[in-house]
């Protein structure tokens, strides 16, 4: 069945470094990805998204990569910061607003 | 994008009873859809709220359960019937409009079931 996975469940990184977090997915036919933040007590926010026709889009801090080949998403945030600290999940469309969310990875940020 | 609001932002309530989640957006959005993110978990989506008609549910959720309305283009409800302590989650309303498959979602309702 579909599935949207993603490597590590927490990633620990110092202040300053940067991050990179990763993301499988199955369905060959996604052709709309979406990284969202989740900070505790709060809904996920939309943090950047990229379309099949990319493999590489890039934002204030951060850059998502898309490997088609391996069906493999990556999220990379540059200086990370305190407030970055989150859960991040992955996200999966094949049109129409159909939408499968992966298990999430908890980002620490080290002072 | 959308500015979305819940109510209630939490509650505890009592086995057997019913809870009703209002979701609340500034514009008039296309697509208006519910989430349930059991604690510690990822999202699952329970439904699509459809304007004027039925709503539309996935695998595993049932309208007696979880009955949705969708009055207008702003705003949707979702009650949690016959509550029961694995009811206990977050409920996130999210929305979407016609130019875009991006989801934007509301703050949440912390629901506590004892």
């Known amino acids: 069945g579909e599935s949207v996975g993603l490597h590590l469940p927490t990633l620990s990184v110092q202040e300053g470094d940067n991050s990179i977090i990763n993301c499988a997915y199955s369905?060959?036919?996604?052709?709309?990805f979406i990284w969202y933040k989740q900070e505790s007590g709060k809904g996920p926010q939309f943090i950047i998204d990229?379309?099949?026709?990319?493999d590489k889009r890039q934002g204030q801090r951060v850059t998502v990569l898309l490997n088609k080949t391996v069906k493999h998403l990556s999220l990379q945030i540059a200086a990370t910061q305190p407030g970055d600290s989150a859960v991040y999940f992955c996200?999966?469309?094949?049109?129409?607003?159909?939408?499968?969310f992966g298990a999430g990875t908890r980002l620490f940020v080290k002072a | 994008s959308a500015v979305i609001s819940q109510k209630p932002s939490r509650d505890i309530c009592q086995r057997g009873t019913s809870l009703t989640i209002q979701c609340q957006v500034d514009?008039?959005?296309?697509?208006m859809f519910w989430y349930r993110q059991q604690p510690g978990q990822s999202l699952t989506l329970i439904a699509t709220?459809?304007?004027?008609?039925?709503?539309?549910?996935e695998s595993g959720f049932v309208i007696d359960k979880f009955p949705i309305s969708r009055p207008n283009l702003t705003f949707s409800t979702l009650t949690v019937s016959n509550l029961s302590p694995e009811d206990s989650s977050i409920y996130l309303c999210?929305?979407?409009?016609?130019?875009?498959?991006?989801?934007?979602f509301g703050p949440g309702t912390r629901l506590t079931v004892l």
């Open positions: 999210s929305v979407g409009t016609s130019n875009t498959d991006t989801q934007y």
């Open positions: 369905n060959s036919a996604s052709d709309y």
């Open positions: 990229i379309r099949s026709n990319m």
């Open positions: 996200a999966e469309n094949t049109g129409g607003f159909k939408t499968i």
């Open positions: 514009s008039q959005v296309t697509m």
């Open positions: 709220a459809n304007q004027g008609s039925e709503a539309t549910y």
